[in-house]
């Protein structure tokens, strides 16, 4: 089945210890990309990768790594998360920067 | 300023009655995609429909449409024969030529209550 597979689902951590939110998709896709979702403000990306080694920062990277080693692959670091960065986030996949996106079912972070 | 605007915070709607939730986009690209996506209670992202600013018809899926008016930079979703499975939050969303489309913007969302 084609999918965009998210792990954790829920996380509750405390501040400063570092995570990391994993993301697979086994489309073959090109195109990846992290989002937030909070309230009243929708979803706003985070950062995206055209492909393997290239990434960019969307509209809000601060406080986020990503790295993209193999083209399934593209996990999100918060190395020191902090209480603002409790969130739910979303992972997405398309063949290419412009097609639709398929999204991961979510990780509901809460940072203490 | 904001590329997606969803003025609806909330809205309800008949079963099987027509709804249209309102999305305005700013964008100077003359080549973009526009999305709508569904949000069930249960958390998950669902493609609608897309419309692209070249498509001379409006897009249809099913019982989605999409109002396109490229000169008032308006794109809203229609819903025609409202079910109760349609409560859910629904999502605007563009890429532009800018940035070669790979930043996606969002609006904030509008959350539908269909009522029985």
């Known amino acids: 089945e084609a999918q965009v597979t998210q792990n954790p689902r829920y996380l509750i951590t405390v501040t400063g210890k570092k995570l990391t939110v994993t993301c697979s998709q086994n489309m073959n896709h090109e195109y990846m990309s992290w989002y937030r979702q909070d309230p009243g403000l929708g979803l706003r990306q985070i950062y995206y990768?055209?492909?393997?080694?290239?990434?960019d920062k969307g509209d809000v990277p601060e406080g986020y790594k990503v790295s993209r080693k193999e083209k399934r692959n593209f996990p999100l670091i918060l190395e020191s998360p902090s209480p603002n960065q409790t969130s739910l986030y979303f992972c997405?996949?398309?063949?290419?920067?412009?097609?639709?996106?398929?999204f991961g079912s979510g990780t509901q972070l809460s940072v203490l | 300023a904001q590329k997606i605007t969803q003025t609806q915070p909330g809205m309800f709607v008949q079963e099987k009655e027509a709804v249209t939730l309102d999305c305005t986009y700013d964008?100077?690209?003359?080549?973009?995609?526009l999305f709508w996506y569904k949000q069930p209670s249960s958390g998950e992202m669902i493609f609608l429909i897309y419309?692209?600013?070249?498509?001379?018809q409006n897009a249809t899926e099913g019982r989605y449409s999409l109002n396109f008016q490229k000169a008032r930079k308006s794109a809203n979703l229609v819903i025609s024969a409202s079910q109760l499975g349609d409560s859910a939050m629904y999502f605007c969303a563009m890429r532009d030529q800018k940035y070669n489309f790979n930043k996606f913007y969002f609006g904030s969302g509008t959350k539908l209550n269909v009522k029985p």
């Open positions: 419309q692209g600013s070249y498509d001379q």
């Open positions: 990768s055209m492909n393997v080694e290239v990434t």
């Open positions: 964008t100077s690209d003359p080549s973009y995609g």
């Open positions: 997405a996949s398309s063949l290419s920067g412009g097609e639709k996106l398929f």
